[in-house]
């Protein structure tokens, strides 16, 4: 199967997280995570957080950062691979890598 990448703005807590869906029953709130199952794939997995979902995240949030783009000349790939890996973030990120914006696509 072929893989897929979803870019988000990461969030520092569920509560900001576009997958994280509140529910309440009285005064009790609960919080469950739409990205990762739970023993189904209807299930949404329930989040608990040591400070709450809505002070931190939990250790098996799937979310993580992008790399961060490289600044170095690589005599063993030929000064090519910071520039490839710079490229590929870029790419990801919907950035316009190497270009200026007086060139045409």
Same mark, same amino acid.
């Given at each position: 199967?072929?893989?897929?990448? &979803?870019?988000?703005?990461?969030?520092?807590?569920?509560? $900001?997280?576009?997958?994280?869906?509140? #529910?309440?029953?009285?005064?009790?709130?609960?919080?469950?995570? #739409?990205?990762?199952?739970? $023993?189904?794939?209807? $299930?949404?997995? +329930?989040?608990?957080?040591? #400070?709450? #979902?809505?002070?931190?995240?939990?250790d098996?949030? +799937? @979310?993580?950062? @992008?790399?961060?783009?490289?600044? &170095?000349?690589?005599?063993?790939?030929?000064?090519?691979?910071?520039?490839?890996?710079?490229?590929?973030?870029a790419?990801?990120?919907?950035?316009?890598?190497?270009?200026?914006?007086?060139?045409?696509?």
């Amino acid at each position: 199967m072929s893989k897929s990448v &979803f870019v988000i703005d990461t969030p520092k807590t569920c509560v $900001d997280c576009i997958f994280c869906q509140e #529910y309440g029953i009285g005064s009790k709130k609960y919080a469950y995570c #739409y990205v990762t199952n739970g $023993d189904s794939e209807n $299930d949404m997995k +329930p989040i608990d957080c040591i #400070y709450g #979902y809505r002070q931190s995240k939990p250790d098996w949030c +799937p @979310l993580m950062d @992008l790399p961060k783009k490289k600044n &170095f000349w690589s005599e063993e790939h030929g000064g090519k691979f910071s520039e490839g890996w710079n490229a590929c973030i870029a790419a990801i990120t919907g950035e316009r890598y190497g270009k200026t914006d007086t060139n045409e696509d």
